[in-house]
């Protein structure tokens, strides 16, 4: 069933009361329920991320989505279509966790077959796919056999599969998984260049510092159900604290800050202290007057980190 | 399906076919078998081995293994044909069938394993479009192989023993066919089990097993068959416990034909083949007895048949086939004859009189009796003989006339309600045939002469008691034969096994949650 957002052509992606029950058969009545009532839309154009602990249903969520799942209950809309129908995945490039690409073929041919199975031109792939390599970080090694690659670099053509039929909405299922850091840095540059160019990307992670740097919205699942979903910003609320990164600290900083705020702290740089907006006022003064120089100050949030453990513990306990 | 699609799964199929390690062996193993064909040549006088290096006659090859050269007209074709039939039929039909079996198995378990399945089956294709590139795939692996192994030997036998069967070149789609149905079971498997081993052993299993059924099946139908025709000409036959009612045993024949109706009929691919082959290959009868369902497929040796042969009635007017010696003059002729075996004896007890068929050991004894007293004739008698195709009695003697000496020979042999009478007369000493090689003696030669036009007789009345059970088969299956022996029901019910098969796996395909 189609959302009002699907007509709208807003949401690129939608799910209403999605359940999944794996193992339910004749000689096995109960199975596993791996979603449970999940409803959620993604917009056109936007960064998601989907959270949750192993197990949380997450990857089954994509799987229904992109038809690996059948005979779920509920309603799921991908580009407007039901993910039954092979061409709600015209428009969609997906990167699994753990893919297997064909051994037998080079990066090159790799990229081309899949680009072709989506029923790219195959003369615009010839054009296309060099720049991609190059975007990828794979246009040294695209000639060699895929048995050859190393995890990251799969994982790199894994990605330029993905992308290579130019897909309206990407999964990318933990995307970082086995890249080195100079590679994570350039997923992410390809994530927030996908953004630009008004593609949907809807990552699977469980590197929270990654969802938190590139993604719009969050959704956070447990136990095959959804239990919050927000911006970054929502996810992550001001703690009251004020964070000071002084020039150079000084052993009597807390008596110097006597009677102001609760809950001072030291840290490497400076110090950490819940304050209200006249009390920032007043903490700033002393130390200006005591003649501290203050590099910076900051609202202190809670991380994307700290938010997901409260949430997930909150919910499992 | 967009064009682009189906060549990116095609490009697929290929490249995974090139890249599969045994599908490189059974090349290097189908050059093996090529390599002779162009390092051997068989010609009329021999074979010749690395271009004429050596040659070996045939005399020579046969005595190797103590056996006589048969006195066929081209014993090369027959060698080639022989060998063919070995390398492609034997060799790579039954051995090749089973390695690429082997070999391609594991495709769909493949491709349904976790990660492979995640990339695959996201793209904007249907399930059963991804299972049957697959199918496809092994259809490619064998194709190229048996082409390959095809071509090859009939360019080899073309180019260096001057042999050129085009009709040969079907037996690649026989290959092909074959696999094809094989392959399905293959892929059911794989598709449930997802173990590439569970479907290797299965289908290797089931391919052994479907050959067996229809051998017996094949071999049961004969034998009854054969019962029935016995008991009709000897009414004391009893019948075979499968007719007389054993339970267990009317069991079995009721699932030995249920298995055969059902499963793909594989062997029959050959047969098909073969029959095809002799159609493309405008093979024809030297003569043809419609009424007496006779066919002469071939001349005996150092003979040439007078007259223009093709369909005759040899009721009205007897075949005469003439031997030369080399100035024209004849030196033997064989005259073939068909008259009614059927006899009025008269009737006991005042009875009517009954109609009863003359047996060919009956027909000898009259000839042989017919021939006593006469001063001319020395050394008459007779023997039965039992030959490749119909069995016969032979009357032999000597006669002497104004030119001398006569060897003269009388055979009979019957076929429904018919005896043949094939008359040899030849002058002695000058047979202008080639000696027999395991001896000189003038028995031989006569025996060899009847021998020799015994294998050219061919019963078109496909009964069970004039051939073994393959040829009983081979001459019973046909586009218009009744429903179990009809080729198109044989490829109707394989192909229907065959999509079943794919119906199956597609079943379950649409079903795994991946």
């Given at each position: 069933m189609s959302s009002q957002s699907d007509r709208n052509g807003a949401a690129v992606l939608s799910v209403r009361n999605l359940a999944k029950t794996y193992g339910k058969g004749v000689f096995t009545r109960k199975g596993f329920r791996a979603l449970d009532g999940v409803s959620l839309e993604v917009q056109r154009g936007s960064v998601f991320g989907l959270l949750g602990p192993n197990g949380a249903g997450k990857t089954t969520l994509i799987k229904v989505l992109l038809g690996l799942v059948r005979r779920y209950e509920g309603d799921a809309t991908l580009c407007g279509l039901p993910p039954g129908d092979p061409s709600s995945r015209r428009n969609a490039g997906f990167l699994p966790e753990s893919h297997r690409l064909p051994p037998y073929l080079t990066g090159r041919q790799v990229v081309k077959l899949f680009g072709m199975m989506s029923g790219a031109d195959p003369r615009d792939l010839d054009q296309r796919i060099p720049k991609l390599l190059e975007v990828v970080g794979m246009e040294k090694s695209a000639d060699r056999k895929v048995r050859e690659y190393s995890k990251g670099m799969q994982q790199r053509i894994g990605l330029a599969q993905a992308l290579v039929h130019e897909p309206e909405i990407v999964f990318l299922d933990e995307p970082t998984d086995g890249v080195d850091p100079v590679g994570r840095a350039a997923i992410r540059g390809i994530v927030e260049d996908l953004k630009r160019r008004g593609i949907?990307?809807?990552?699977?992670?469980?590197?929270?510092?990654?969802?938190?740097?590139?993604?719009?919205?969050?959704?956070?699942?447990?136990?095959?159900?959804?239990?919050?979903?927000?911006?970054?910003?929502?996810?992550?609320?001001?703690?009251?604290?004020?964070?000071?990164?002084?020039?150079?600290?000084?052993?009597?900083?807390?008596?110097?800050?006597?009677?102001?705020?609760?809950?001072?702290?030291?840290?490497?740089?400076?110090?950490?202290?819940?304050?209200?907006?006249?009390?920032?006022?007043?903490?700033?003064?002393?130390?200006?007057?005591?003649?501290?120089?203050?590099?910076?100050?900051?609202h202190r949030r809670l991380t994307l980190e700290e938010s997901f453990i409260h949430l997930v513990s909150g919910e499992q306990g | 399906m967009k064009r682009v699609v189906a060549r990116a799964l095609l490009q697929d199929a290929f490249s995974q076919v090139m890249d599969n390690k045994v599908f490189r062996l059974l090349v290097l193993a189908s050059i093996t078998l090529i390599a002779p064909a162009f390092l051997i040549g068989f010609r009329e006088d021999g074979i010749h081995i690395l271009f004429g290096w050596k040659l070996i006659t045939y005399q020579e090859l046969f005595a190797t293994v103590g056996a006589r050269v048969p006195h066929v007209k081209d014993l090369n074709v027959e060698v080639i044909q022989g060998l063919q039939t070995a390398i492609v039929q034997g060799l790579a039909g039954g051995l090749g069938i089973m390695f690429c079996i082997a070999a391609t198995a594991f495709f769909v378990p493949r491709m349904l394993e976790?990660?492979?399945?995640?990339?695959?089956?996201?793209?904007?294709?249907?399930?059963?479009?991804?299972?049957?590139?697959?199918?496809?795939?092994?259809?490619?692996?064998?194709?190229?192989?048996?082409?390959?192994?095809?071509?090859?030997?009939?360019?080899?036998?073309?180019?260096?023993?001057?042999?050129s069967d085009p009709a040969f070149l079907w037996c690649t789609l026989t290959l092909v066919y074959v696999y094809a149905l094989v392959q399905t079971v293959s892929l059911a498997v794989g598709v449930f089990t997802r173990s590439s081993v569970a479907a290797i052993l299965t289908t290797v299993i089931f391919f052994a097993f479907n050959g067996?059924?229809?051998?017996?099946?094949?071999?049961?139908?004969?034998?009854?068959?054969?019962?029935?025709?016995?008991?009709?000409?000897?009414?004391?036959?009893?019948?075979?416990?499968?007719?007389?009612?054993?339970?267990?045993?009317?069991?079995?024949?009721?699932?030995?034909?249920?298995?055969?109706?059902?499963?793909?009929?594989?062997?029959?691919?050959?047969?098909?083949?073969?029959?095809?082959?002799?159609?493309?290959?405008?093979?024809?009868?030297?003569?043809?007895?419609?009424?007496?369902k006779l066919a002469i497929d071939r001349d005996p040796e150092g003979f040439v048949l007078e007259g223009p042969g093709g369909n005759v009635d040899l009721l009205q007017t007897p075949a005469t086939w003439i031997s030369r010696v080399p100035d024209g003059s004849e030196s033997a002729r064989m005259t073939l004859s068909r008259r009614s075996r059927l006899v009025e004896r008269p009737g006991t007890a005042g009875s009517p009189p009954r109609i009863s068929h003359q047996s060919t050991g009956q027909a000898a004894s009259e000839c042989l009796k017919s021939l006593v007293g006469r001063p001319e004739i020395v050394n008459a008698g007779k023997e039965h003989q039992q030959s490749m195709r119909v069995s016969h009695d032979v009357v032999r003697w000597s006669e002497t006339d104004s030119g001398g000496t006569l060897e003269r020979e009388r055979a009979f042999f019957a076929v429904d309600d018919w005896i043949y009478e094939l008359d040899v007369r030849a002058r002695a000493g000058a047979d202008a045939r080639p000696e027999p090689s395991s001896g000189s003696g003038m028995s031989d030669r006569r025996a060899d002469r009847i021998d020799q036009f015994m294998r050219g007789v061919r019963v078109t009345k496909d009964e069970a008691a004039y051939s073994d059970p393959g040829a009983w088969y081979a001459a019973r299956l046909g586009w218009t034969s009744p429903v179990k022996f009809n080729a198109f029901f044989s490829i109707g019910s394989s192909l229907a096994f065959a999509a079943l098969m794919l119906g199956i796996a597609t079943w379950r395909l649409s079903r795994i949650d991946f």
């Open positions: 949907t990307v809807f990552i699977n992670s469980h590197l929270l510092m990654e969802v938190e740097l590139v993604c719009d919205r969050v959704a956070i699942m447990s136990k095959g159900k959804l239990i919050r979903e927000g911006s970054v910003d929502e996810l992550t609320p001001r703690t009251g604290k004020v964070q000071f990164e002084l020039r150079e600290s000084r052993a009597d900083l807390a008596t110097l800050l006597a009677g102001i705020g609760t809950g001072f702290a030291l840290r490497a740089r400076g110090f950490e202290l819940q304050v209200t907006d006249v009390e920032l006022d007043q903490a700033i003064d002393r130390l200006r007057a005591a003649g501290v120089g203050i590099r910076e100050i900051s | 976790k990660g492979a399945a995640d990339t695959l089956f996201t793209k904007p294709l249907s399930r059963v479009v991804l299972l049957l590139s697959r199918y496809i795939a092994g259809l490619i692996f064998v194709g190229v192989l048996s082409f390959l192994l095809v071509l090859g030997i009939h360019l080899g036998l073309l180019l260096v023993s001057g042999y067996c059924v229809h051998s017996f099946w094949i071999g049961k139908e004969w034998n009854t068959e054969r019962n029935s025709v016995e008991r009709e000409n000897d009414a004391d036959e009893p019948p075979s416990p499968v007719e007389t009612g054993v339970p267990v045993l009317k069991l079995l024949g009721a699932t030995l034909d249920a298995l055969h109706y059902t499963l793909p009929k594989t062997s029959d691919a050959d047969v098909l083949t073969k029959k095809l082959r002799t159609v493309l290959a405008g093979h024809s009868n030297v003569l043809t007895d419609e009424a007496g």
